[in-house]
């Protein structure tokens, strides 16, 4: 297709404002799914997506659609749907996204207004020079307040509250006229045809089948079947077995030229070999200079991730290979623990990826898991100036420490402006600082504040909804670094240390932690023939203590209240019989009491 009759556009939308079913119907409306095939929510693939109505992975679909001007002359267009994941811990994955398009539909929920991901998506939409079309969506719905929210959306992205479209994704009232409305307002893309290929990925998904299946968006000249292409970020060369577009299901073409949207196949096995991000070019003739945007994908939150039962080990360890496959962010090495045995040290984006990753594991793989508090990274200096990183509790250092800097986050938090007190006092006792605050509108506010990330990657998230009656929204983003007086807290039991309860924490709420750790144990471990101490440590200095007294109790009777499920589980696990004791000093502990308080939280 003709570069002027391609039009590039991806939908950006807060969580549930309504992009996947929008994007179900402009599927229908263009022909591309008939009613009876739809299934609901095309584009996201997979089962957890579906079922937490996220979108992980991106995906784009063409789509033909005519456009009949006043002389009565149809004109066929080919538009590419880009669907992006809507996830502050995709982040990288969004800007790639986006800039494959030269568009936005911007999609506000008409009963919800503008939320935090509208406002970060729309920003990056921004960065990325897209035509923005603003929307209000679930117009049918009886507590929709368009001309409301057309005010707010207007005033944010500058039009006239009267431009703005509102359609519903359910009935599909407004979507022929946002169909047309793309064509007219989104730019065709421009490109140099007769220049070497240049080719941008901005996903690349893992196919038992086909292999790595690459979604790219071709900048400049073409690409073609059989020829052998470049990778410009390692140099490494595949020869295209494959070349098409997605519409909805994979259709091979003769080649891809400039401001197409397609995949590639190459019979690579693993999405490293083709990361987001790159430029691919041609090996005969290639590219001198890649496309710019390119970085590598970087954890920055981790946590020990074990199998409740041990055997389980090389199960979990092969699944964690295949995930790899198809996640190029995730990272991982072997580690041991005295109180949870052999698992794994795993890196991720952010929390939700965490999440994530753990449940396709359960699920995907059978497995039970549990996993340790997650951690940053923390660059520790040590007097001497020799520098550390740490990712692990176990690996901070016990020597003279000079300074510990750790990761912080520019967050924007989004809500009703009756919860600005209950918001201020949580971000203060996370460390926050307070950057701005504007008025949406006259009930709606928009906190901005710097924060740790270690503060948000524990249950901020769920503070901030439960302190705002689920209003609020928030979205973050790492911006630096900075020093902090962190110390690493070690929990003993009877003198030695446990240490998947090794914590770094703030020197401030070292305390705190020592307090609650050392309480849920004295409740969770069984009385021995002995006392048995409980302290929580900075180095040599104790800063908390619990006493087990003698005689024994039964692990579970203190375990009821909370996840009831999770202590069902471990009732089964006992029943099983794989009731498994370690040894910590000369204290006999079921592992489930180890697993109860790392889950309890
Ligand atoms: P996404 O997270 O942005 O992809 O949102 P979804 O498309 O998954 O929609 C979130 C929820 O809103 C689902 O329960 C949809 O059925 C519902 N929804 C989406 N669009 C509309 C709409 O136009 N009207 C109404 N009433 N509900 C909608
Ligand atoms: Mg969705």
């Known amino acids: 297709t003709a570069p002027d009759l391609l039009r590039n556009f991806c939908i950006i939308a807060h969580i549930d404002h309504g992009k996947s079913t929008l994007a179900d119907r402009m599927l229908q409306l263009t022909g ?37 001007d006043a002389a009565g002359v149809s004109t066929p267009y080919a538009l590419n749907m880009i669907d992006t994941p809507g996830h502050v811990d995709f982040t990288y994955e969004v800007s790639r996204s986006l800039a494959a398009c030269e568009g936005a539909v911007l999609l506000v929920d008409a009963a919800q207004g503008i939320e935090a991901q509208t406002l970060a998506n729309l920003y990056l939409a921004m960065e990325n020079d897209l035509a923005i079309i603003p929307v209000l969506n679930k117009i049918d719905l009886p507590a929709a307040q368009p001309e409301k929210y057309a005010e707010e959306i207007g005033g944010l992205v500058g039009v006239d509250p009267e431009d703005v479209l509102r359609v519903s994704g359910k009935t599909g009232a407004g979507v022929l006229e946002l169909l047309d409305k793309i064509v007219a ?40 079947p059989r020829e052998r292409i470049v990778m410009m970020s390692t140099r490494a060369t595949h020869d295209l077995l494959e070349i098409g577009v997605t519409s909805p299901e994979p259709i091979p073409t003769k080649g891809l030229g400039v401001g197409e949207v397609g995949y590639l196949i190459t019979g690579v096995k693993d999405v490293r070999q083709s990361k987001v991000g790159d430029t691919v070019t041609n090996n005969a003739k290639p ?74 594991l359960e699920r995907e793989f059978d497995l039970d898991l549990i996993s340790t508090a997650p951690n940053v990274i923390y660059e520790v200096t040590m007097e001497d100036k020799t520098i550390l990183t740490v990712t692990n509790p176990s690996e901070f250092p016990g020597g003279k420490i000079g300074e510990v800097r750790e990761p912080i986050v520019k967050a924007t938090i989004l809500a009703p402006s009756e919860f600005i007190g209950a918001i201020m006092e949580l971000c203060q006792t996370r460390r926050g600082d307070l950057q701005g605050m504007d008025y949406l509108s006259a009930d709606r506010v928009e ?14 998230f769920d503070q901030l909804k439960s302190k705002t009656r689920g209003y609020a929204s928030l979205d973050y983003d790492v911006i630096g670094e900075q020093a902090a007086d962190l110390v690493k807290v070690d929990i003993l039991l009877q003198g030695e240390q446990v240490d998947a309860f090794s914590a770094i924490v703030h020197r401030e709420k070292a305390y705190a932690y020592g307090v609650s750790m050392t309480g ?25 203590r619990e006493t087990i007294r003698a005689i ?10 909370g996840d ?36 309890s939280e």
């Open 32 to 68: 591309v799914v008939d009613e009876r095939a739809a299934r609901a929510q095309y584009l996201d693939r997979m089962d957890i997506e579906r079922e937490r109505g996220i979108t992980i992975k991106s995906q784009a679909v063409r789509m033909p659609w005519a456009v009949t």
């Open 185 to 224: 307002t989104v730019p065709a893309p421009v490109g140099d045809a007769d220049a070497p290929a240049r080719a941008m990925i901005f996903d690349s998904v893992y196919d038992t089948y086909r292999g790595v299946v690459t979604y790219v968006r071709v900048v400049d000249g073409q690409l073609n």
């Open 287 to 360: 590219a001198d200079e890649a496309l710019g945007g390119y970085s590598d994908p970087k954890p920055m939150v981790f946590s020990g991730l074990y199998p409740i039962d041990g055997s389980d080990y090389p199960i979990l360890r092969d699944a964690l290979d295949k995930l790899k496959l198809n996640d190029a962010a995730l990272v991982y090495e072997p580690e041991s623990s005295v109180a949870l045995g052999f698992g794994f040290r795993v890196g991720y984006l952010g929390l939700l990826h965490l999440e994530i990753v753990r449940e396709r």
């Open 447 to 460: 906190l901005r504040y710097v924060l740790p990330l270690a503060e948000i990657v524990f249950d901020f």
């Open 520 to 544: 849920k144990l004295k409740d969770l471990i069984p009385r021995q023939q002995f006392e048995v101490p409980i302290q929580a440590a900075i180095g040599a200095r104790v800063i908390a």
């Open 552 to 561: 024994r109790k039964d692990v579970l009777a203190k375990c009821y209240g």
């Open 564 to 599: 009831i499920s999770r202590k069902r589980k471990l009732l089964e696990k006992q029943k099983e019989g794989k009731k498994r004791m370690k040894t910590i000093g000369r204290v006999d502990v079921p592992q489930e009491a180890f697993i109860a308080a790392l889950s």
